[in-house]
């Protein structure tokens, strides 16, 4: 059975493909083709640890789009709660469901979850991987600069979590400089080492630095907040940490004027980034989200054609 936990299961083409296939969707979308109804009738359920806006609605939407129902739970409402194991939840919810999207705090539920399950579960955030932000992020960036490839990325902030690390993954995959700029207690070379196979394909570099000025000449700035779920017994640490890493004026001006500005959202305005960048001129950030529904279609599409 084919899932989505991590990108890191799509050979480098199998990603190019979702990405033609998001295209393709929002192309037709904005020609007003709103409905393609692939899987009618179908279900996809949402099981959520997390709150979510951006992933919960997108999905919700893709589906709809698709043809498909969408049903939305959380572990207190399921037998989760009272002790049934996943392996036994996965094993009743692949009697119902075309496929499961899951929203979890430890990766290895939804590792768990896949085991378990004959439909596709698809990683919708852990603590590890947000495979599906990372495509929209790709998605955007095509569009912003008009290529898939060779594109050159600074993630800036907190370059341990889910999202810088999807974003090093499809960039190892889609041959692109990504530059993981921040302070060195949250460096992750293993990232590095398990990306070898994929940058020796592609010519991808990804590496670590903790120089503001390393983001000069890149086609995307990218923050996140500091302080994720999670984390927030550690939130005035790590905003101590991160503060020199603020994404402001100054540092789209090193950037260029080419450079577009990234943020998965929801952004602590006047933390990660000031206002007047996150509603400048050079800002992607609402692309970015809408772009999340049309990547939401091409991965239903790519898994349950594939059963």
Not at 63 to 77: C, D, F, I, K, R
Not at 220 to 245: C, H, I, N, Q
Request: proline share 3%.
């Amino acid at each position: 059975m084919r899932h989505l936990l991590t990108l890191l299961e799509f050979a480098p083409h199998e990603v190019e493909d979702l990405l033609r296939i998001s295209r393709d969707f929002k192309t037709r979308f904005l020609a007003g083709e709103v409905y393609t109804p692939l899987f009618p009738g179908r279900v996809l359920l949402l099981y959520f640890e997390k709150h979510s806006t951006r992933t919960r609605l997108s999905l919700t939407a893709a589906a709809a789009q698709l043809g498909m129902q969408t049903v939305y739970t959380t572990p207190n409402e399921l037998q989760l709660a009272r002790g049934e194991t996943v392996a036994d939840t996965m094993r009743v919810v692949s009697r119902y469901a075309a496929a499961v999207a899951a929203r979890v705090y430890k990766h290895e539920t939804l590792d768990e979850m896949a085991r378990h399950s004959s439909i596709p579960v698809i990683n919708a955030l852990s603590d590890r991987h947000h495979p599906l932000q990372a495509l929209a992020d790709a998605l955007t960036l095509w569009e912003r600069s008009g290529r898939l490839h060779n594109l050159k990325v600074a993630f800036v902030g907190d370059v341990s979590n889910n999202v810088a690390t999807s974003l090093a993954i499809i960039g190892a995959k889609l041959g692109w400089e990504v530059r993981l700029v921040g302070p060195k207690q949250l460096w992750n070379q293993k990232l590095v080492d398990e990306l070898a196979e994929d940058l020796a394909k592609t010519g991808a570099r990804i590496y670590f630095t903790d120089s503001i000025n390393d983001v000069a000449g890149v086609d995307g700035v990218y923050t996140d907040v500091w302080v994720s779920m999670g984390f927030e017994k550690e939130a005035e640490e790590r905003r101590k940490m991160l503060r020199p890493y603020q994404v402001n004026s100054r540092v789209m001006d090193i950037a260029g004027k080419k450079a577009v500005f990234l943020h998965c959202l929801p952004a602590h305005r006047g933390e990660e980034v000031t206002d007047d960048v996150i509603d400048g001129p050079q800002s992607a950030v609402w692309d970015q989200a809408e772009n999340r529904m049309h990547t939401a279609k091409a991965v239903l599409a790519y898994l349950l054609k594939m059963r």
